[in-house]
C-alpha cells in the first residue's frame, strides 16, 4: 500500500473515532489543547464539576480561580442560590452574586448547575410561618419561575427538587408536603419545564445508595413520568466516606436509576476520612454533636493526612471512578462538593472545627494522590 494511501485511511480513522468518542460531548466543554487535566482526561466520559462559594463566585479566591478554570467544565453554587440568599423576603429577589456566578461559568464555557429550587433547608424565614397551601404553592411558583426565568438558556441544568425523601423512602414532612401535599414535587417539575423547556431538571437527594432510599426516588420518577411531568436526571449527591457506600450498592444503583430512563449524575461529591459521632456506641443521628467539638478521637488528623489514610483515600477514589468509567454512558456529570480540603463544608459538620480531607486538591491547593489515581483510572481503560 503506498504511504499516501494509508495516510488517507490513518486520516478517515482519526476523524472517525473522534466523531464517535465525542457524541457524549458537550458544545460547552470542547478545547482545543488537550492538556492533562481532569476535565480532559474525562473529556469523553462526564462532566467533571465543582461546588464554587462566594468567594470563589466572586474571584477572591486566585487559586481556586485558576485550579478552576483549568480543571473543571463544569460549575454548582453550593449556596448563593438557595432561597434563603436570593429571595430573602417574598418577591424581593437578590442577584447579584447568582449574576456573578452564571457570567463565570459563561466566561470559561462551562455546563452550570442551579442548585436549588425547592428545598425544606436554607429556606427563608417568612417560609416557616405560611400555614395557608394556596399562599405556600403562589410562593413556589413566583419563585420558580423568577430564578428559571432570569437564568432561561444560561443556567444549564436545575437541582429541581432537593432531598424530598426519608431515609425509609417515604416522603419527608416539609413545609413543601405539609401544605402542598405529594403534588409539589410533580408541579416544580411542570413549572420549571415550562419556564425554559430546554433545561435539564434533576431530582437530587443523599444516602441514595440505600436500597430503601433507592426504592423511594425510583417510585418518585415513576410518579412524575406517569403523571407526564419531564424530569431529566437524579443527582445522587455522594457525601461518601472511605467503606461507606459500598460499591456493589452504587453500582446497584447507578443501574436502577438509568433503566428509568433518566441521567445518572454525581452531584456533590466526596470521600470524609473522619470518624462519625453516630457510629459511638449511645450515640444516635439525632442527637446535638457539639458535644464533641474539641474532642481530640473525632478530630485525629488535626495538622496532617496520615500516609495509611491517604493510601486507603486514594484507593477508594480509584474504586468510584474505575465504576463511572464502567458505566460512562450512562453518567452524565461528576461534580466535586468544592475544590479543595480547605473550603469544605466536612471541616464543619457533623462536629465543627475539625480537619478533614474529602477532596482531591489539599489545604495548599496542590494535588492529592487520588487525583492521580482517577487520571490512571481512565489511561488504564485506554490500553
Ligand atoms: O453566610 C454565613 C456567614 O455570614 C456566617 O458568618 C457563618 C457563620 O457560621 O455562616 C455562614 O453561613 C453558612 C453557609 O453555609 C455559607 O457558608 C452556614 O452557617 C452553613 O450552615 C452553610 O452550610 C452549607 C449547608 O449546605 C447548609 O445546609 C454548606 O456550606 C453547604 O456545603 C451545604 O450543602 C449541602 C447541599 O446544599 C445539599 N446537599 C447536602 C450539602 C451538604 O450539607
Redesign the pocket.
Known sequence: MSSLIKKIIVANLFFFTSICCNNKTHEHTHSKKQTSSLKNTFHNDFFIGA?I??NQILGQDSMAKLLLKKEFNSITS??NL?WM?IEPSPNNFNFVISDKFVALGEKNNMYIVG??LV?H??IADYMNEITDSVRMANYMESHIRALVGRYKNRIHSWDVV??ALNEDGSLRESIFYSLLGEEYIENAFRLAAEVDPKAELTY?D?NLCKPSKREGVIKLVQNIQKNGAKIDAVGI?A?WNLNDPPLDEIEKTILAFSKLGVKVMFT?LDVSVLPNPWELEGVDENQNFQQFEGNTKMNPYPLKLPDSIQVQLTKRYEQIFALFLKHQEKISRVTF??ISDKQ??LN??PIKGRTNYPLLFDREYQKKDAYMGIINQKKQTQF
Open positions: 461546588a462559594n462566594q453550593e449556596n438557595k440568599y442548585h436549588t428545598w433547608s436554607q432537593n432531598e437530587n443523599y449527591q457525601h456533590e462538593w468544592g469544605s463544608w464543619n459538620w
